[in-house]
């Protein structure tokens, strides 16, 4: 059971992490050239503006940085609510012997 529940895992890592670059995609060419799944694209347009005197383009990707880690924040205590109330399945499967 153990190995089934480790590739049903995988197998939604795999979907997650290809709808999370669908999303890369679109937004960064659909919204100003930023990336709105993944924060490492739009630090390394944070660094490439500010070395090359861009500051629209800095002020831009330091903005959607800053809401990125905001969101975060306020959504982690309820996650973490969340967690302590809905346990993962596998969690009341393991037996101590």
Request: glycine residues 10%; proline residues 3%.
């Amino acid at each position: 059971m153990p190995a089934q529940n480790h590739a049903e895992k995988s197998a939604v890592a795999i979907l997650l992490t290809f709808a999370a670059g669908c999303v890369d995609i679109v937004g960064y060419l659909s919204a100003y050239h930023t990336f709105t799944a993944h924060m490492t694209g739009n630090t390394v347009h944070l660094e490439n503006s500010l070395f090359g005197g861009d500051a629209r383009e800095a002020g831009l990707a330091a903005l959607v940085l800053i809401a990125f880690v905001g969101g975060s924040a306020l959504l982690l205590p309820g996650l973490s609510a969340l967690k302590l109330h809905c346990s993962p399945s596998w969690h009341h499967e393991r037996s101590v012997d």
